[in-house]
């Protein structure tokens, strides 16, 4: 076992952003609010007011691996779940796994490794690989390695199994092999009960719009009562204008297929609309995704699978959040919701798309923005990001874990890119005021 060290702040007394919102009124907002029926907007009003005390006690600052100093390992995509130590037991014992892998360069990475902690993320065991999730020879290209990267993991209750997917991608030498990229899908293996791991699988989905590119890389999924689990790609025929899509999947616990594909949002910009992350709050899927015109976007849906047209992010009084080509995840409650995500700010002006320090704001359901004077920082950013800005930790790549009831974390893995790509791996636990009623996962 590894020993940690906990570096606490006082994140929710030294960085929360007050700002005196109240004379704002929901109808000058530029958003939909004044769609939907003045019940919902009370709904909304009275369960994210801030005039409310927040639900969020603390922020704790958590390092489980070093390598600042370059003499260790630099791991990457750090993301867990929460298992049960018995089926019985789902929601009252849990232990952790975590999957992770080495970072050696720009969407470098090594063979999938898993971790486990016993004690709530006090202590993980040595990272081992995943034989599955290592790399393989390409058939025909000499020379080229066919890995896997942007793995989630995720318990699947009525299978008693959790499901890793991720997605495939290219290695020629010690790099990624940006002229002979082949054609990109999802990857998955499955753990099971006893802690075996089956064979690499590629998720099946023959349709020409996905012909360049379809993908559930980095995204938050939903697992359904009955077992069906509902996600979202993001896909293309070829690498620019990508669409996005709600999807429907069964998953009998060992193999992942697809059952319904919704239709697509657009985005013109750049390579469109990218690692897309759902959840489901109140019955409603919500969409969060990444994009290359300066704005995350958010999108709604009654049955997860066709999004209403998605609308820029921003702040409760209309004035939209500038994100730059960034990632970001939902944390989700039964009584609230709140987004993770890395937005530009005066402090961060230089740092590469502004991937330090991870926010946390509040979201209002109805109206689809963030709650300006909820947000916090969740993990602070590490040196200077006006003046010295290669010496700041990017932290643009993160997973969310409901640990318990009372502890919901934020795990990500620094990577200095000008640094030869050092950096440590850190979870912020996020203590709350009162109980989160949703399960572990």
């Known amino acids: 076992m ?34 939907l029926p003045a019940a919902a907007q009370a709904e909304s009003r009275d369960r994210n007011s801030t005039r409310t005390p927040s639900l969020i006690k603390s922020i704790t600052k958590q390092t489980l691996w070093r390598n600042r100093d370059g003499k260790g390992t630099t791991w990457f995509h750090p993301r867990a779940c929460m298992l049960p130590l018995d089926p019985k037991f789902k929601d009252t014992r849990t232990h952790a796994l975590m999957l992770l892998q080495e970072i050696g360069g720009s969407d470098y990475f090594g063979p999938v490794h898993a971790s486990e902690s016993m004690d709530m993320g006090k202590s993980w065991t040595d990272p081992s690989p995943i034989e599955s999730l290592g790399r393989d020879p390409v058939d025909g290209n000499e020379g080229l390695w066919a890995g896997v990267c942007d793995v989630t993991p995720q318990y699947h209750p009525p299978t008693d199994s959790t499901l890793a997917l991720g997605h495939v991608v290219f290695y020629r030498g010690p790099k990624f092999a940006t002229k002979d990229q082949l054609a990109r899908f999802p990857l998955y293996a499955v ?48 690498s620019r204008n990508r669409m996005v899509a709600g999807v429907r999947c069964t998953f009998d616990g060992e193999t992942l297929r697809i059952a319904q594909v919704g239709q697509p949002l657009r985005n013109w910009a750049g390579r469109g609309l990218l690692e897309p992350s ?19 976007y958010v999108a709604v849906s009654n049955d997860g699978i066709d999004y209403e047209t998605q609308q820029a992010w921003c702040w409760d009084d209309g004035k939209k959040i500038g994100m730059s080509t960034t990632q970001q995840h939902w944390l989700t409650r039964d009584d609230a919701l709140y987004l993770v995500y890395t937005r530009q700010d005066a402090s961060n002006k230089n740092v590469i798309r502004w991937r330090s320090p991870l926010w946390i704001a509040r979201v209002d359901p109805a109206r689809r923005v963030l709650i300006r004077e909820s947000e916090q920082i969740v993990l602070p950013m590490m040196g200077d990001g006006m003046t010295e800005p290669e010496s700041v930790a990017l932290m643009g790549n ?25 950096g440590n791996v850190l979870l912020a636990r996020i203590g709350w005021t009162r109980p989160n009623r949703l399960p572990a996962g």
Not at 203 to 226: E, H, K
């Open 398 to 422: 993160f997973n969310i874990t409901n640990a318990s009831p009372m502890e919901s974390w934020v795990t990500v893995g620094e990577w200095m890119p000008k640094r030869d790509a050092r």
């Open 191 to 238: 753990r099971r009960r006893d802690g075996s791991w089956s064979e690499r699988k590629k998720l099946m989905w023959d349709d020409p719009r996905g012909a360049f590119i379809y993908s559930n890389n980095c995204g938050q999924r939903v697992v359904m009562p009955n077992g069906d689990i509902m996600m979202s790609f993001t896909f293309g025929p070829e």
């Open 2 to 35: 590894i020993s940690n060290i906990d570096e606490r702040f006082a994140a929710s007394n030294l960085f929360t952003r007050r700002r005196a919102l109240r004379s704002i009124s929901i109808a000058g907002t530029s958003l939909a609010a004044g769609r």
């Open 278 to 296: 759902i959840t489901r709050f109140r019955k409603q899927f919500l969409m969060t995704i990444r994009a290359e015109d300066g704005n995350g």
